[in-house]
């Protein structure tokens, strides 16, 4: 089997594993939480709406799409479970935000 290099994303990411001493998992629902907070705040100006989502799947699709690219090299197949579990933790939280948001808006 030919050696595969490890790609410059993989090691940013264990460089920043290695930083924050954190889990995989922990980086990535900090990952959405922070470009969720960055979105109501920059890009709706404070307001938590379903728009406020759109970066944050934005990236979470990105990071998964350059993990998944790096799995075919590296394992030659595609590990569709792994990338799921980062997606969903990456959008989880900033979700429940949203719907919470509009439970609480529907009831005033």
Known sequence: M???ETSS???MKIHILNA???SKDAVHIY???AVFLVAIVVWQKGRISWLSLLPVVAIA???EALDLH???RSFGYLRWG???HDFV???FWPTVLVITNRLVAFRR
Do not use: E, F, K
Request: glycine letters at 4%.
């Open 2 to 4: 030919p050696r595969v």
């Open 9 to 11: 994303y993989q090691l």
């Open 20 to 22: 924050v001493d954190l």
């Open 31 to 33: 990952v959405g939480l």
């Open 61 to 63: 699709t990105i990071m």
């Open 70 to 72: 790096d799995d075919s």
């Open 82 to 84: 792994a990338s799921a």
């Open 89 to 91: 933790n990456t959008v």
